[in-house]
């Protein structure tokens, strides 16, 4: 019984070490997984490489004792691609103070075609007297945009919040 057990286990075990060359065989003729395919590269084909736009990074504030500002001025991409940018805030006065961006766009019709994947302007910014912060915007230019459009600026403003506004998700107001 205990020599029908080994072979049994080693049977199995043969099988399973088959098994991979198998699976290999009917994936190449299939085509079902790349899993042969090492050489070849994964591409974003929703790129457009055929062009370029430029875009233009704007910062401002209204009413607030903050420095803020971009990392670049401006840089050029293919619509479709994936891009990173930076901006700098500074709060530049003694007290705790809490604001939100508000996006803009030049020309107007760019909004539309512009998609943030990660932004600042998502959630109010509280800063610390004298905090510098790095804030993140990670968008892609849709490749819709239409071809006449070379140019678009990204403008944000930063506004203070009034001190009675609740936090977000609580439902109380302080003041």
Known sequence: ???RLALFAVAMFGFGFAMVPFYR????VTGLNSITKRDSVPTNTQVDTSRWVTIEFDANTRGLPWSFAPGSRSMRVHPGELVH?????RNQSQQVIVGQAIPSYGPQIAAG????LEC???QKQQLEPGETRQMPVVFV???????EVATV?????F????????AAGSGKVSG
């Open 159 to 166: 506004f203070e919040l009034n001190a009675a506004t609740p």
């Open 120 to 122: 600042f302007c998502f």
């Open 85 to 89: 940018v930076v901006y700098e805030v």
């Open 113 to 116: 075609y512009f998609r943030k």
């Open 153 to 157: 600026t990204l403008s944000y403003t």
């Open 1 to 3: 019984m205990l020599v």
């Open 141 to 147: 230019i849709d490749p819709l945009l239409p071809k």
């Open 25 to 28: 065989a009917i994936c190449d």
